[in-house]
């Protein structure tokens, strides 16, 4: 559901979970809410830049891990190193060179100003080498298995 700064202020929330998943793209959270309906581990989709209400939601989750990504482009990069400077339990999901080099075959030509990777100074490295960006629908099915409901 799309939550709002206003009804956040209205009503606060307590998020009582070890992990919280973060995306850039409503397209994985759509297909996670498809795949697994409420059994899906907690996601919380930014949709581009993260809002205040999405920043305020995040506050509410004070004991959880949150496993944070992004597109893999400069942008996508600058916001997975601020996520991970503003939030000390934050740690980069699925954005290791590794992944991006899985995925980049024929993604979109990268265009910007290069952006630093400080997770994983190589990635950043790549990105320039490859010159491609990839954008989080491509590693659907890889986000999809870590969303996968958990055997209890």
Request: hydrophobic fraction near 45%; charged fraction near 25%; glycine fraction near 4%.
């Amino acid at each position: 559901m799309r939550i709002t700064l206003h009804q956040l202020r209205l009503a606060p929330l307590r998020l009582d979970c070890d992990e919280i998943f973060v995306c850039e793209n409503p397209a994985v959270l759509r297909a996670a809410a498809a795949r697994f309906g409420t059994h899906a581990r907690p996601l919380v989709c930014t949709e581009g830049v993260p809002s205040a209400a999405a920043h305020q939601l995040l506050r509410y989750a004070v004991h959880a891990r949150l496993r944070w990504r992004n597109d893999f482009d400069w942008a996508g990069l600058r916001l997975t190193a601020a996520a991970l400077s503003r939030y000390p339990r934050a740690v980069p999901w699925r954005m290791t060179c590794e992944d991006y080099l899985r995925a980049a075959g024929s993604g979109p030509p990268l265009l910007g100003t290069r952006a630093e990777s400080p997770w994983d100074p190589s990635l950043s490295e790549e990105l320039t080498r490859v010159g491609r960006a990839v954008m989080e629908e491509r590693l659907l099915d890889a986000l999809l298995a870590d969303l996968a409901p958990t055997q209890a």
